[in-house]
């Protein structure tokens, strides 16, 4: 249980959400052109996906089942399914969410974690340069990963 002086983490989630959803769309209609009555709806229904992941994870952690799972994947979750080819609805959801560009999503996102990772920089000073060698590795590995698979599936897709 909280205590008096802790905060709820499901409303700061649900706020932080807000906030990027708002940042987003505000530079999905600078940078990408794009009408603000026309994203409107888009940016909405993403919303409302993050609240329903957010709610789930409050969900399953009151009731204490998967509470290690991150409430990022029931977010995910949310949008593979309602996005699925058959989903009713789903078309016109894609439809909508195509109006809002994925990098304006992504900017927002990636500033707070941006921000969060400076919170540890004496944590990745202690570590030094080994973590900046590993870094470079896992990013290779990631592009070449990537690629061979692409490769593979050109291959055998014949185009």
């Known amino acids: ?26 530079g999905n209609s600078i940078a990408w052109h794009i009408s603000v009555i026309d994203a409107f709806p888009g940016m909405m229904i993403l919303y409302a996906i993050c609240l329903a992941g ?16 991150p409430t990022f994947a029931w977010i995910m979750l949310v949008g593979l399914i309602i996005t699925l080819p058959g989903f009713p ?28 990772v400076s919170k540890e920089l004496p944590r990745l000073k202690k570590a030094g340069w080994r973590i900046a060698i590993l870094s470079l590795f896992v990013w290779l590995g990631a592009f070449l990963g990537a690629a061979v698979l692409a490769q593979i599936l050109i291959v055998l897709l014949g185009l």
């Open 1 to 26: 249980m909280m205590g008096s002086g802790q905060k709820n983490p499901y409303i700061f989630l649900a706020i932080a959400a807000l906030i990027a959803a708002f940042l987003s769309f505000i």
């Open 54 to 69: 957010i709610g789930i994870k409050w969900v399953l952690d009151k009731i204490g089942v998967l509470k290690k799972l």
């Open 89 to 116: 609805g789903s078309e016109i959801i894609v439809a909508y969410t195509k109006k809002v560009a994925f990098l304006a999503v992504c900017t927002p996102i990636l500033a707070y974690a941006g921000v969060a």
